[in-house]
């Protein structure tokens, strides 16, 4: 099936000014689509989700979304320095984040299970070389 | 409970009121929290967050899951790029003296039910 480029936006490391712009971004189009809104919800939670992940965990990256009749795909890819144990990160309240980005309302170790709920599919690959490749598919469905 | 019985009842201070106020606005539901994963991890549309959290990112936490009012607690003032962002994106800001717990308790007292949160498996220590 022959999906269809909707977004694709860079993520600074560290820009909380930013950060989240193109998860809004993408909510925007899709409610344009006229996609319903609980998939719209899910498709936020997850790109935020993952885009914060980028913003505090990563050197910079981008998110890309493409649709087709039947999904959404979501992906999300880092330059490093990568997750090193993936199955820890899936962990609920595992988090290495610092008391500074705590104080923000981040860390709490639930992001990664928060994506995981609500991807119909989920693949992550990381690497210290090749930096951090999620995609996630949302069924329109 | 509608949004001018919100304000009356936490003795709420007015940051920033947008387009389409309305002292009838009915609040449905509300959450509590100070931490963007848990507000992210609401099953359901929620009306209202209540949060000690004051930087930009907690409204935009509130756009993505579809909350219209934020109310901080122990009366925190908000940056300025908050109220900035909430006024591009219409969402309600106010603040209210009490602490979190008191406020989602009087609130709690006069009808706003809990609504479940997606459960999660605690990790086994
Ligand atoms: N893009 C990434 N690059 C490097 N490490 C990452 C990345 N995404 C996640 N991690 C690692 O995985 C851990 C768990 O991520 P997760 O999103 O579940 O929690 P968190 O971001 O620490 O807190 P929360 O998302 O609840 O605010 C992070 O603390 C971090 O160590
Ligand atoms: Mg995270």
Redesign the interface.
């Known amino acids: 099936m022959q999906k269809q480029q909707i977004m694709c936006k860079e993520i600074e490391s560290f820009d909380f000014q930013s950060g989240g712009e193109a998860s809004s971004n993408l909510k925007n189009i899709l409610r344009k689509l006229g996609v319903n809104s609980d998939l719209v919800r899910k498709t936020s939670i997850v790109t935020y989700e993952l885009e914060m992940n980028v913003v505090i965990h990563s050197l910079g990256g981008e998110i890309t979304a493409l649709i087709s009749e039947e999904e959404l795909e979501i992906r999300v890819d880092d330059v490093g320095p990568g997750i090193e144990d993936l199955d820890k990160a899936f962990t609920p309240g595992y988090s290495t984040a610092s008391n500074e980005i705590r104080e923000m309302g981040f860390g709490a170790g639930m992001g990664l299970v928060n994506v995981k709920r609500y991807a119909d599919k989920l693949t992550i690959e990381s690497s210290k070389e090749n930096g951090t490749h999620v995609k996630v598919l949302i069924k329109l469905f | 409970m509608n949004l001018k019985e919100l304000k009356t009842l936490l003795k709420a201070d007015i940051i920033f009121e947008g387009q389409g106020y309305s002292d009838d606005f009915e609040i449905l539901n509300a959450c509590g929290a100070?931490?963007?994963?848990?507000v992210?991890?609401f099953s359901n549309?929620k009306t209202l967050l209540l949060?000690g959290?004051t930087?930009?990112?907690?409204v935009?936490?509130a756009?993505?899951?579809?909350i219209k009012i934020i109310v901080f607690v122990r009366g925190k003032d908000p940056q300025i790029?908050t109220v900035a962002l909430a006024n591009q994106l219409d969402i309600f800001l106010y603040s209210t003296a009490k602490p979190l717990f008191e406020a989602c308790g009087i609130l709690y007292k006069y009808g706003i039910g809990p609504e479940e949160m997606?459960y999660?498996?605690?990790?086994n220590i």
């Open positions: 100070d931490l963007m994963s848990d992210l991890a549309e949060t959290l930087n930009p990112q907690v935009r936490t756009e993505m899951v579809g790029e997606n999660i498996e605690p990790p």
